[in-house]
């Protein structure tokens, strides 16, 4: 199985600021990487598919980038709306997975 | 579009189990649906899939052999079943739907059934 590993696992930052989550797949994935935003008690929801294409109604401040091993889920400027916690997922190969997830908080 | 999930379970460990999930708003034989199981406070975790269009099944190594992915299309209902459950079998499940645009992504998610095993 590919392993994906997040970090960091968990996040604070201010209104305003500007977020970096990266996730590192254990053997090359090539842009197969997609990024799920999941708020407490409610069911994940697709930010980025194919690690850069951003998902239909999703906000431009959200933005994803890599390919091979490493890749990066940015939030250009933290809104409250955003705490969440954030989770990659690889579809090169069967089984899919995901990464262990990171929480974003704001200070 | 859609993914509507049966109700909340509570079982007893040795128990069987089936849950649904009810696809509308889209052509229901052209797409993929998935499981994924979130165990409390934990991360996600991919079951397995089904192909509605003729029930080919794909299914994670860690849950080959303990759950049955099955559909029944003339419905738009996909299924999760256990013959016999565990305590560790306690869990929101989601189904959500495979979409193919160069790559795969899970872009509608059904809103979770939770399931707790308990004796």
């Known amino acids: 199985d590919i392993q994906m590993t997040q970090s960091p696992s968990s996040l604070s930052a201010s209104i305003g600021d500007r977020v970096t989550i990266t996730c590192r797949a254990s053997q090359s994935i090539s842009n197969y990487l997609n990024w799920y935003q999941q708020k407490p008690g409610k069911a994940p929801k697709l930010l980025i598919y194919?690690?850069?294409s951003l998902q239909s109604g999703v906000p431009s401040r959200f933005s994803g980038s890599g390919s091979g091993t490493d890749f990066t889920l940015t939030i250009s400027s933290l809104q409250p709306e955003d705490v969440a916690t954030y989770f990659c997922q690889q579809v090169n190969s069967a089984p899919r997975t995901f990464g262990q997830g990171t929480k974003v908080e704001v200070k | 579009v859609q993914l509507v999930q049966s109700g909340a379970q509570v079982k007893k460990p040795g128990e069987s189990l089936r849950i649904s999930c009810k696809g509308s708003g889209y052509s229901f034989g052209n797409f993929w649906i998935n499981w994924v199981r979130q165990m409390p406070g934990k991360g996600l975790e991919w079951m397995g899939r089904i192909d509605p269009s003729d029930s080919y099944t794909n299914y994670s190594p860690s849950f080959q052999g303990h759950v049955t992915i099955s559909v029944d299309k003339s419905i738009s209902t996909v299924y999760l079943q256990w013959s016999s459950l565990k305590a560790s079998d306690t869990a929101m499940y989601y189904c959500?739907?495979?979409?193919?645009?160069?790559?795969?992504?899970?872009?509608?998610w059904g809103q979770g059934t939770t399931v707790t095993v308990s004796s």
């Open positions: 194919a690690a850069s």
């Open positions: 959500a739907r495979t979409v193919v645009r160069g790559s795969e992504s899970l872009d509608v």
